[in-house]
């Protein structure tokens, strides 16, 4: 009796310490072994019903186009993430930013190896650090006024470029870089700016 008892407790703990995840139609899922021999193994999951161990972990990547923003906060609380940059003539520029995006399917192990993370990280790290870069970069080499008038196109194109130069090795392809909204620029920029017009 007591050994029933006890193989039906392992049994209960073997299936209280595993879950049912899912990995959707337009997703893939990389399982990593977190213990045992084959710990630190990855293995690429496409779309299905998966039971994930005590020992392995599931990382979903979606694999459509996704829109992410990072922009000044719009209620009490929350982060601002806008993206400041400084301009040739040495003015600083605040700007909303949001980028659409998509991850391809045939490099996602090789993403996740270099990264060790999920794709909210990954965007919300590594993509919004080089748009930061590519911003700073491209301000540098103009002033102000022209990043507010007739050089704001040029601005953007150039920031588009070169993200997306740093980013398609690693198998993320960056569709668009765009502003989300005004550029917020000095008081004193503002009025030159309206006493020219």
Do not use: H
């Not at 490099?107 to 930061?132: A, P, S, T």
């Not at 700073?136 to 130069?165: C, H, P, W, Y």
């Amino acid at each position: 009796m007591n050994q029933r008892l006890a193989l039906f407790a392992l049994a209960a703990i073997a299936i209280t310490s595993t879950a049912c995840d899912y990995v959707r139609a337009g997703e893939v899922g990389v399982k990593v072994y977190t213990m045992g021999g084959p710990k630190g193994d990855m293995e690429l999951l496409p779309t299905g019903k998966y039971w994930i161990g005590y020992n392995e972990d599931l990382y979903i990547f979606p694999l459509y186009k996704q829109t992410v923003e990072w922009a000044a906060p719009k209620k009490d609380g929350e982060v601002d993430e806008s993206i400041q940059f400084q301009t040739k003539d040495n003015m600083i520029i605040t700007a909303d930013v949001g980028a659409t995006v998509q991850i391809e399917k045939d490099k996602v192990l090789d993403l996740f190896k270099q990264y060790r993370k999920g794709v909210g990280e990954i965007v919300d790290n590594v993509l919004r650090k080089e748009v930061k870069n590519a911003m700073v970069l491209a301000a540098s080499q103009m002033t102000v006024e022209e990043i507010a008038s007739e050089g704001k196109v040029k601005f953007i194109n150039t920031v588009k470029d070169a993200v997306r130069a740093k980013m398609a090795p690693l198998g993320v392809t960056v569709d668009d870089v765009f502003l989300l909204g005004a550029l917020k620029l000095p008081p004193n920029i503002v009025a030159a700016i309206d006493s020219k017009v």
